[in-house]
């Protein structure tokens, strides 16, 4: 019967468009929110808000004000920023060695301080291509310091082919949220870099000294 195909196409087209359930389209790189979501995403009171940015409150209570929308993601996803610790760093070039791809580039001078594993070196040049990295994590488990972690991000994209290469400043520089992949130290303590928190250079390696109570439950009783 002529139309009948029509109006099934129809009714799945209004089902879509009026059942919450139906509704799997997710704002994305920017939200929309008001003047509540806004003081949430901010972490500012209200008022502040309302004293520092009239305007942008003015957007907030119409619900046009734009924060930045971030999706769900395990904390062990492998993410294409890289967390890297200065003070846990020797500069071996384990890392590079074991890349692949060959992405990491480590130029080292001596430094001559001495350290119980042996001189640690000065970095002169750390720099990764992530625009050749495939995010497999070899460096990151070839690392004996704990000193290079996956990220947590996953925007990729630039504007320019030589800003994907992400040099020391920027390693430096950057926000401290590990993934947890191939950490089970920081896995061990929920830790969930999407929660904000940046972990510090002396928590975030494997070989953490014991405390009391674990020295005496795991080698005292033996």
């Not at 468009?17 to 509540?36: A, F, N």
């Not at 996803?77 to 760093?89: A, D, I, L, V």
């Not at 430094?111 to 000065?122: A, I, V």
């Not at 993934?179 to 999407?194: E, G, M």
């Amino acid at each position: 019967m002529y139309g009948m195909g029509l109006a099934k196409g129809l009714v799945v087209t209004a089902k879509n468009l009026i059942l919450p359930s139906r509704m799997m389209t997710v704002q994305y790189p920017d939200r929309k929110v008001g003047l509540l979501g806004l003081a949430k995403a901010t972490g500012e009171p209200i008022t502040d808000i309302i004293r520092k940015d009239p305007l942008t409150a003015v957007k907030a209570l119409l619900g046009l004000a734009e924060v930045k929308a971030s999706l769900p993601q395990h904390p062990r996803f492998r993410g294409e920023e890289f967390s890297w610790y200065e003070q846990r760093c020797t500069g071996c070039a384990s890392c590079a060695k074991y890349c692949p791809l060959g992405i990491i580039e480590i130029v080292t001078s001596e430094s001559g301080d001495q350290m119980q594993e042996g001189q640690k070196y000065h970095l002169d040049k750390f720099d990764i291509d992530i625009g050749r990295c495939m995010f497999c994590g070899l460096c990151v488990e070839a690392c004996p310091y704990d000193a290079l972690h996956m990220g947590s991000g996953f925007e990729e994209g630039q504007y320019r082919r030589q800003d994907l290469v992400i040099d020391k400043r920027r390693l430096v520089s950057s926000k401290k949220k590990p993934s947890t992949w191939f950490r089970p130290q920081l896995a061990s303590k929920n830790y969930d870099p999407q929660d904000g928190k940046n972990v510090k250079w002396d928590k975030a390696g494997r070989h953490e000294k014991p405390s009391l109570k674990e020295q005496q439950e795991k080698w005292a009783k033996r």
